[in-house]
């Protein structure tokens, strides 16, 4: 049953790293953030799924207006699309949720426009390996905190925030499900990992503080001292061997492969 589920999951998430690779093709100066989801959008359902986070939460005005959570500069998560125009310097995390045969798949990859600070890329040189190096604790009898504490501890080693107000997350039929897959604890704690879990590990890191705090829009979170932040995120099978990680960055343009 878990293969079967896992196959579907895989199909979605190929849509899912597509948009991915669409997005980054147009990261650049002038672009409105809507434009952007819009092309998800069309991209999602003219390959039979739906988009996970459009209308999350309800009917409007409540409802997540967007097939994209797009969060530019200091905004962590959360982002609504709209008439934002991307300028030269910024760095805008792009979420996104595919629904495809019954299953979700969830990632998420944080792009420069232009040329950015020093010291923006190498938080995101470093968020991005924060959460190869969570993925790499997705085995079999860890725990969640073995995960958390990966990520943690490396991002705080080299002065980091690391936000606790959100979360990772079990994905499957549900876009949300449990267990929780915090960014911070300790080694040994939390649920035990098994075979069949499929997590969505997304690393949230600040370049200054690590508080944030919630927008009137009910949606957009952004760092409470309006420094930058980052925002990676993978879906993860849990595997009796290494984990499996499910969705891809491979479409994305090269340019934006900061580990390579």
Avoid at 147 to 165: C, H, L, N
Wanted: with cysteine.
């Amino acid at each position: 049953m878990f293969s079967e589920q896992l196959e579907l999951q895989k199909e979605g998430a190929q849509i899912l790293g597509k948009v991915h690779g669409l997005v980054s093709q147009m990261m650049q100066p002038g672009v409105r953030t809507m434009q952007l989801d819009a092309l998800a959008q069309q991209f999602i359902t003219d390959h039979g799924a739906v988009p996970s986070f459009l209308g999350y939460r309800g009917s409007a005005p409540t409802a997540f207006p967007g097939a994209l959570c797009i969060s530019v500069n200091e905004v962590v998560v959360h982002g609504i699309p709209g008439n934002y125009l991307l300028k030269d310097g910024d760095i805008v995390s792009v979420d996104c949720g595919v629904y495809h045969r019954g299953f979700h798949t969830d990632s998420a990859y944080t792009y420069t426009v232009g040329e950015v600070a020093p010291q923006v890329l190498n938080l995101l040189r470093h968020t991005l390996q924060s959460l190869h190096l969570g993925i790499a604790q997705a085995k079999v009898g860890n725990r969640v905190g073995d995960i958390s504490y990966a990520i943690q501890s490396y991002t705080e080693s080299r002065g980091y925030g690391v936000v606790r107000e959100l979360v990772g997350h079990g994905v499957g039929a549900h876009l949300h499900e449990k267990p929780e897959v915090p960014n911070y604890g300790q080694r040994g704690r939390g649920p035990r990992l098994a075979e069949g879990m499929v997590l969505a590990i997304e690393p949230m890191i600040t370049l200054g503080r690590r508080s944030v705090v919630q927008e009137k829009d009910g949606w957009t979170i952004r760092t409470a001292d309006k420094k930058a932040a980052a925002h990676f995120e993978h879906s993860v099978a849990v595997m009796p061997g290494e984990p499996e990680v499910i969705t891809t960055f491979e479409y994305i343009d090269r340019k934006f492969h900061y580990l390579s």
